[in-house]
């Protein structure tokens, strides 16, 4: 996985939110969900692999009403007022922001592909 190494000033500055090229930034490649298994039992038996971990449970999630309202520092410690969401779960349906619906037509916003208006960013910081 790349490191992130721009600023949260240099990303805004960038906008890569509005660019349908842009698919992936500091994660790794999508793959399918392969499993492997060290014998023949335990592929039978379908034992999740010692060296597997699930991402889901519970998360610490600080929401905030725009990407300029995310604070420079926030990789760098904690934010206080970070609540707790289960993962896989969308933080709409947890009350944060109004539900955004894809199957419409974005033409009156212009150039952008996303309208600058009414944007939201939620962080997941932290698996408890």
């Known amino acids: 996985m790349t490191m992130i190494t721009d600023s949260l000033a240099v990303v805004l500055q960038r906008r890569d939110w509005e660019n349908p090229g842009v698919t992936q930034l500091n994660r790794l490649a999508a793959h399918p969900p392969f499993a492997s298994w060290r014998n023949s039992e335990e592929a039978r038996t379908d034992r999740p ?3 597997s971990r ?24 904690d934010l206080p007022d970070a ?9 709409q349906m947890h009350g944060y922001d109004a539900p955004y619906l894809h199957q419409r037509d974005l033409s009156h916003c212009g150039q952008s592909a ?3 208006h009414g944007e ?9």
Do not use: K
């Open 54 to 77: 699930s991402l889901n449970g519970e998360w610490r999630f600080a929401w905030f009403p725009a990407p300029e309202a995310v604070p420079e520092s926030w990789l760098e410690r």
């Open 114 to 116: 996303v309208c600058s």
């Open 120 to 128: 939201s960013d939620g962080l997941l910081l932290a698996h408890i």
């Open 49 to 51: 692999s010692q060296e």
């Open 83 to 91: 609540d707790t969401v289960i993962v896989p779960s969308n933080w």
